[in-house]
């Protein structure tokens, strides 16, 4: 069974900083992408960033330039570092690993953390 973990959520002053971490815990053989989407209250989820296992990165417009998505595939953990922070990035951020493949299952599954709440403000 595959749990992931976030952390480093919390309350920030506009254009301050946060780093979100999302660390996946069981047995994994490999990992095919990686990934951070948010929630703001009353919005649909939306992507944030996605890394994947060769390292190629993609991010929504509206982070671009502040956001900075990394992996380390040895840990089986991804990072969001969050710059130039604005209160419309408060949401609860989610972390996403697709294409999970595992000793018992042959082939690959996503999953998702339970969100970690980021709340920009003054």
């Known amino acids: 069974q595959v749990h992931l973990v976030e952390s480093g959520g919390g309350l920030v002053q506009p254009g301050g900083s946060l780093r979100l971490s999302c660390a996946a815990s069981g047995s994994i053989f490999s990992i095919n992408a990686m990934g951070w989407y948010r929630q703001a209250p009353g919005k649909q989820r939306e992507l944030v960033a996605t890394?994947?296992?060769?390292?190629?990165?993609n991010y929504a417009d509206s982070v671009k330039g502040r956001f900075t998505i990394s992996g380390d595939n040895a840990k089986n953990t991804v990072y969001l570092q969050m710059n130039s922070l604005k209160p419309e990035d408060t949401a609860v951020y989610y972390c996403?690993?697709?294409?999970?493949?595992?000793?018992?299952?042959?082939?690959?599954?996503?999953?998702w953390g339970k969100g970690t709440l980021v709340n920009v403000s003054s």
């Open positions: 890394i994947t296992r060769g390292g190629s990165t």
């Open positions: 996403n690993f697709k294409g999970v493949v595992v000793p018992t299952v042959p082939y690959g599954m996503d999953y």
